[in-house]
């Protein structure tokens, strides 16, 4: 079944007809235009033969007459070459011109009329012309003794001449001259329809090319115009275009102070869990939803744009004050309870929102956009899933984090960084088994700066892999030192933490080794610290890592085991070698019975799986007596040292004095000594 008319018909179609049809219309103008100009020329060489002819005959008449005048000699001969010249041009005239008219070359009337002028009279032209050149010829071949005035030949000339020749001659002329004015006639009528032709084609050009493509070049115009300002994934408003109406917002609040707006700033929590995990196409297919159900949070008046990623914003205007911006940020996150529909799944995402209202006092879209950011980072760092409305005091911190960044990056060169250690202790004999490495930055200005301060800043600028490599490096040659100046059976251990985003690292394993190998400290005397949140977050690259450390001989140790993340699968799947209680569940720790529980079931599961416990944060001799009645035999904290510098500790070791109280009494059946964990130096419960 064919197509309707209107399904086949395509713009390339319109096209190809109009062009065809002013191709033919101009080829039709142009064959219309040259035809008359050919008949023009045409008429225009017929009436100058036609003159010519009258000419010759008038000119081949005198001459006859001067040749039989004219003396004997060299002019007489040169009188009867130049009529012998005429003659032949004459009767090749007449001949053409005869040719023309027996080929009917002419129409209508005029062809009708030559051909009686021609033809059809008893003294027609053709007749006379014969007649007058035969004459003629006779004159010519008379002898010159014989040539004279008299001759009777000349006389039919003379006579013939000044009469019914001339005549016919004149009246064919005419009527070639009509037939001229006629066709010029024609040719001006022609060029009229050639200029309407040339109109109506420009017309046609305009109606059935040039308007279509003005129309696609402006939709096309548009459509970049939209592009330019518009997101192409969910068709929001983009950066370039928020950034304008946030300008315009900002511009008529300086003019008129009751002009009260607020940006609201929203990045997806763990979007890129969900990217990685489910493909790319599920991801942006959730942005698409997620990117409706925004829409249907603001007004009409307000603008939600996409800044890129997994970024949103909001532009609210015309609020009463910023708590209108906070209904906005708790409808947001009412709206996203509801599942979202995404290529096939179900998908329930929570965002952080950073908001900030005009009262802020910014006169530029960037310096808004700035701390909107701000305010949704400081809602990230507090649990996320949650909004935070911007306040100076975050904009000083952030100074002063960058501050401790930028001084951070320069410490280890100047000689700022240093490591502390701190014992790990058996409880059973109150003797030291190993030591905890953990990092220390003097300030040149501000003095010791807390590890919780510069341990996250490392962490989010990526500093934090080259500090945990200063610490692997200069732990393993204290230990091996101190292994050769204070030898024990068993030899010390050095406990050191390996941050997150270092273990991502896929030449981690790598730099273990080598460090191991560089400075002689056996692998089963390293103790390698990992949080429960880095192990919980696995992935192919975590696996491999933790599979080539677990090769190299090395112990691997969870710390602060019980924060949140506690899975007894991962402890398995990384064939971890220990745990370490975290220092919260050992503050709460008391004669009164409080945590014993607790603690207790952590050690009983240690037990059942085959790994040693170790308790951190023992700060009094009780707290160390009831770990060693639950069965923890190794412990570290304040009670035995605070984390010292290397030549203290090495004191320490020389010494061997143990601060806490001996145990009371030894566990029958107690768990094999841990040999040392600790928290490390990027640790971000920050021992100190």
């Known amino acids: 079944m064919p197509l309707p008319i209107t399904a086949r018909w395509t713009p390339r179609r319109s096209y190809v007809l109009a062009l065809s049809l002013v191709a033919g219309l101009s080829v039709a103008a142009f064959m219309l235009l040259n035809s008359m100009i050919h008949d023009q020329i045409f008429t225009a060489q017929v009436i100058n033969v036609s003159g010519r002819q009258r000419m010759l005959a008038e000119r081949t008449t005198l001459f006859a007459l001067r040749l039989t005048t004219t003396p004997i000699g060299a002019e007489r001969e ?294 909107a950011d701000l305010a949704m980072y400081h809602a990230k760092a507090r649990g996320r899933g949650r909004y935070e409305i911007f306040t100076p005091q975050l904009l000083e911190q952030a100074a002063t984090l960058l501050n401790i960044e930028l001084d951070l990056r320069g410490a280890q060169a100047r000689g700022e960084l240093a490591v502390h250690y701190q014992p790990v202790v058996s409880l059973l004999d109150g003797k030291f088994i190993g030591f905890e490495a953990l990092l220390r930055w003097t300030h040149p200005v501000h003095g010791a700066v807390s590890p919780t301060a510069f341990i996250p800043v490392a962490e989010e600028s990526g500093l934090i892999a080259e500090l945990d490599r200063f610490v692997l490096r200069t732990a393993c040659l204290q230990a091996v030192q101190w292994q050769r100046d204070y030898p024990r059976q068993p030899p010390l251990t050095m406990s050191v933490n390996v941050s997150g ?13 080598t460090v191991l190998s560089e400075t002689g400290l056996a692998p089963h005397h390293l103790k390698l610290e990992l949080t429960e949140g880095v192990l919980a977050a696995e992935s192919d690259d975590l696996r491999r890592t933790m599979s080539a450390l677990k090769a190299l001989g090395v112990q691997l140790h969870i710390d602060d085991f019980g924060m949140g993340y506690s899975n007894l699968a991962y402890l398995q799947r990384f064939h971890a070698n220990a745990i370490k209680i975290d220092r919260s569940f050992i503050n709460v720790l008391g004669s009164d019975g409080e945590g014993v529980d607790l603690i207790a079931s952590i050690v009983g599961m240690a037990r059942s799986m085959h790994l040693s416990v170790v308790a951190e944060g023992v700060e009094t001799q009780e707290q160390a007596q009831l770990l060693l009645q639950l069965g923890c035999e190794v412990a570290q904290g304040f009670l035995f040292s605070r984390p010292v510098p290397a030549p203290d500790a090495g004191v320490l070791l020389a010494s061997e004095i143990m601060t806490a109280a001996q145990p009371a009494f030894q566990l029958q059946d107690s768990a094999p000594p841990i040999e040392s964990t600790t928290s490390g130096p990027f640790d971000n419960t920050a021992k100190i």
Request: net charge negative; aromatic share 4%.
């Open 78 to 371: 040169a009188i009867r070459k130049e009529l012998r010249t005429d003659l032949a041009t004459l009767l090749s005239a007449h001949s053409g011109l005869l040719n023309k008219v027996r080929a009917g070359h002419e129409s209508g009337e005029t062809l009708t009329a030559l051909q009686t002028i021609y033809f059809g009279l008893p003294q027609s032209l053709d007749v006379l012309v014969q007649t007058h050149v035969r004459l003629v010829q006779t004159v010519l071949t008379t002898p010159d003794n014989k040539l004279s005035p008299d001759l009777p030949a000349l006389q039919e000339v003379l006579d013939e001449g000044t009469g019914d020749l001339l005549t016919v001659l004149d009246a064919a002329v005419r009527i070639h001259q009509v037939d001229a004015e006629q066709r010029i006639e024609t040719l001006r009528r022609g060029e009229i329809a050639v200029l309407a032709i040339t109109l109506l084609t420009l017309l046609l050009e305009g109606l059935l090319i040039f308007r279509p493509l003005e129309r696609v070049l402006q939709q096309r115009d548009q459509q970049l115009m939209h592009d330019a300002f518009h997101d192409p994934l969910t068709g929001l408003p983009n950066r370039a275009l928020f950034l304008d109406r946030l300008n315009q917002a900002i511009l008529r609040r300086q003019r008129y102070p009751d002009a009260h707006f607020a940006v609201l700033f929203i990045d997806c929590d763990r979007f890129k869990v969900i990217n990685d995990t489910l493909g790319h196409g599920v991801g942006d297919a959730l942005l698409i939803a997620l990117a409706a159900r925004l829409g249907t949070c603001i007004r009409g008046l307000d603008t939600v744009a996409r800044m890129g990623g997994d970024e949103f914003t909001f532009l609210l205007e015309n609020l009463a004050d910023v708590q209108d911006a906070v209904l906005v940020a708790k409808r947001v996150e009412s709206a996203l309870k509801e599942p979202l529909h995404a290529a096939g799944h179900l998908l329930t995402i929570g965002v952080s929102i950073g908001v900030i209202s005009s009262d802020a006092g910014h006169s530029t879209p960037a310096e808004v956009l700035r701390d």
């Open 501 to 513: 985003r270092h273990l991502q690292s896929l030449d981690l394993a790598e730099h273990v080794a």
